[in-house]
């Protein structure tokens, strides 16, 4: 569990299902990020970011806000998917509902996942992708010190991505000493 001063970062739960469902089917949260998600799509993603939690001690984990433990959506570092430039580095993401954007909470949970990664799990670096028209997600990268790296822009291979998701943006960040 990481804790910043108003959010907790934790394994996923089964009450995390219901307000990850209504995220995976907003148009203004999917709309970078592919077609809507199924229950099974919601449940296959909880059991991959456990998964990868038991395995490599951390994941995009669920986030949730401090005070009144609402689900925000997830943030965290895990191993990067195969076939795109950051494949089997710690790659940092994030996806928040709607309703929370423009409130730093993005900001706030992707700093303490990367102080978690320099402190406990030590990275030297640690990457992030995404399509190139999803300038909030790529203008965060560049709030929180990341460089772009154009030479390692790629196409998505993921499976049933419209064409216009697949071209896909590099960054990087190094653990500054």
Not at 2 to 21: K, V, Y
Not at 41 to 51: E, H, L, S
């Amino acid at each position: 569990m990481i804790e910043s001063d108003r959010l907790i970062l934790r394994r996923w739960h089964e009450r995390d299902a219901g307000p990850f469902l209504a995220m995976g089917n907003d148009p203004r949260v999917m709309e970078y990020l592919g077609p809507p998600m199924s229950r099974a799509d919601v449940d296959a993603a909880i059991a991959r970011q456990n998964g990868f939690l038991d395995t490599h001690g951390h994941c995009f984990w669920a986030l949730e806000r401090r005070d009144d433990g609402a689900f925000l959506g997830f943030c965290g570092i895990k191993p990067g998917a195969a076939d795109t430039p950051v494949e089997g580095k710690a790659e940092i993401g994030w996806r928040l509902g709607a309703e929370h954007w423009g409130k730093g909470y993005a900001r706030e949970a992707a700093e303490a996942c990367l102080d978690h990664g320099w402190t406990a799990l030590g990275f030297d670096r640690v990457w992030a992708i995404t399509t190139i028209g999803n300038s909030r997600s790529w203008g965060l990268m560049e709030r929180l010190g990341m460089t772009r790296h154009p030479e390692l822009d790629f196409r998505h291979p993921l499976p049933g991505l419209e064409e216009r998701l697949r071209p896909h943006i590099t960054y990087s960040i190094g653990k500054t000493l």
